[in-house]
């Protein structure tokens, strides 16, 4: 469990909690509480799947994300979070730049993150 809270999973949560708190106090961070919440989404999401995948799965063993699944992960939350729920969900707004943010969240992903946790990327 120790490789799921390293200095980058703890960024990305302190993040959140802080955009979450400003906006409970109805004083959002402009640029934080849009571009960068969706920026450290994809970090965070495919950095709890690796985790869990090599302790559950593969019981210790090497895993890393392959730089096309997390850019393919990153194009399929563009379209639905940008694109299709905003078509019926009155209460989301699609915006374009939050998808280039997935997209960025998924190269610092595999070229910081993941490299950077001890592990050679794959």
């Known amino acids: 469990m120790k490789q799921l809270f390293d200095p980058f999973f703890f960024g990305y949560i302190a993040v959140w ?4 708190c400003f906006r409970y106090l109805h004083f959002p961070l402009p640029y ?4 960068l919440t969706d920026f450290i989404f994809l970090p965070a999401v495919a950095h ?5 995948t090599r302790h559950i799965l593969l019981k210790g063993g090497h895993f890393t994300y392959a730089l096309h699944w997390l850019i393919l ?3 399929y939350c563009g379209l639905l979070c940008e694109w299709i ?3 019926y969900a009155h209460n989301t707004v699609g915006d374009v730049l939050d ?3 997935y997209i960025g969240g998924a190269l610092f992903y595999y070229y910081i ?3 950077n946790t001890g592990f050679e990327i794959a």
């Open 32 to 35: 934080v509480n849009g571009w």
């Open 113 to 115: 993150h993941q490299k």
């Open 73 to 75: 992960a990153a194009i």
């Open 17 to 20: 909690i802080i955009v979450h």
């Open 99 to 101: 998808a280039f943010a």
């Open 85 to 87: 729920i905003p078509r």
């Open 48 to 52: 709890f799947a690796r985790t869990c």
